[in-house]
């Protein structure tokens, strides 16, 4: 399940089952996103980005979603992996702006 | 190497002290950012090199923190007089042009872990 406060969001899974990962952003005028994976002791990895004028976007195991009116944001993971376990990072940035602002993160724990 | 390279993994000073940090982009990247990660927070944006315009420094925390880049090549971010809340993971990024207009890669850095004691 997924718990907030002083720490990381955290969400706990076992391995195989699909995982979803949630991000609220903040700026209307964003139009894109992107989804980076940080593994403990190393620096954020991109792993699928998305632009405004799309809602959905897939690549291998992993899917975007992008809800503007709400301005929400997902990342699904299918078939999570022991492999998967990292700090999950989404990113958002205005037209015409060269500074994405990145949320705080939610930690994705898999259980064997 | 063919990715963002930061030294030294990790540092640890006292409380006053100088440090600088280095970061090597990719090969032809143009753009450059540094950032700041507090323990359990997300990514506090530092500064921002492009090509050889003037760079945007407009999150540096304080008159304490400069940062240079020579041309398109290495980066140095220098913390003077260094205080226990500096403590933090300082990544480096580069991407080919800036995000600026269109769809962009950063490609980070393992970071420098700084620890002012």
């Known amino acids: 399940g997924e718990s907030v406060g002083l720490h990381l969001p955290t969400l706990s899974v076992q391995e195989g089952d699909n995982s979803i990962i949630n991000c609220a952003y903040s700026?209307?005028?964003?139009?894109?996103f992107i989804w980076y994976k940080q593994e403990s002791g190393k620096g954020p990895q991109f792993i699928i980005d998305i632009r405004s004028n799309m809602d959905k976007r897939q690549g291998q195991r992993v899917t975007v979603l992008l809800n503007k009116t709400v301005k929400h944001l997902s990342l699904q993971i299918a078939a999570t992996q022991p492999g998967d376990s990292a700090v999950y990072f989404c990113?958002?940035?205005?037209?015409?702006?060269?500074?994405?602002?990145f949320g705080r993160g939610t930690s994705l724990i898999v259980h064997p | 190497g063919a990715g963002v390279s930061q030294s030294p993994s990790n540092k640890v000073t006292e409380k006053g002290k100088d440090v600088e940090l280095r970061c090597d982009p990719i090969s032809g990247h143009t753009a450059l950012y540094w950032y700041r990660q507090r323990l359990g927070q997300g990514l506090e944006f530092l500064i921002y090199f492009q090509g050889n315009s003037a760079p945007d420094k407009s999150g540096l925390p304080s008159d304490r923190f400069s940062a240079e880049r020579t041309g398109e090549s290495v980066s140095t971010l220098t913390i003077q007089r260094t205080q226990q809340e500096d403590s933090a993971v300082y990544l480096c990024?580069?991407?080919?042009?800036?995000?600026?207009?269109?769809?962009?890669?950063?490609?980070f850095g393992p970071g420098t872990r700084l620890l002012v004691l």
């Open positions: 990024a580069s991407s080919l042009y800036g995000l600026a207009g269109g769809q962009e890669t950063q490609y």
């Open positions: 990113a958002e940035n205005e037209g015409g702006s060269y500074i994405p602002t």
């Open positions: 700026n209307s005028a964003s139009d894109y």
